[in-house]
């Protein structure tokens, strides 16, 4: 267990002041308001131990670089700003693939991403 410090306590609360999936450079920004001098090294170092803690997860996204969430969290999707890159989570799945595959065919989970604008660039 890695030692609470001043710049892993402000990327913690990164996280939580958001409340939504965030990238590493997302993260240096809204960390650096309580640490002015956090580097990104820094960031991608504690995102890392924190995902090796299981405190956070990664969000993998086509063709993007991983954004990062708080671990536990019930299974749901993510929807992506094309405009300013932003990733929310879209809480709950209505997805039932019963029904829906091929004969013999036995599913053991997805992944759904929805594209579009969020509030801020319509």
């Not at 995902?51 to 992506?80: I, M, N, Q």
Request: aromatic share 6%; charged share 25%; glycine share 10%.
């Amino acid at each position: 267990m890695e030692r609470s410090t001043r710049q892993r306590r402000a990327i913690r609360e990164a996280f939580l002041e958001a409340g939504r999936p965030l990238s590493p450079q997302e993260v240096l920004e809204l960390a650096r308001k309580k640490v002015p001098s956090l580097g990104l090294a820094t960031v991608y170092r504690t995102l890392k131990g924190l995902v090796e803690e299981g405190s956070l997860t990664p969000v993998a996204l086509p063709g993007e670089p991983s954004r990062y969430e708080p671990a536990g969290r019930e299974h749901h999707h993510h929807f992506l700003c094309r405009l300013c890159g932003r990733v929310y989570e879209l809480l709950g799945c209505d997805l039932a693939l019963e029904g829906h595959l091929p004969p013999g065919f036995l599913a053991e989970g997805h992944e759904v991403m929805v594209y579009g604008r969020c509030p801020e660039c319509t």
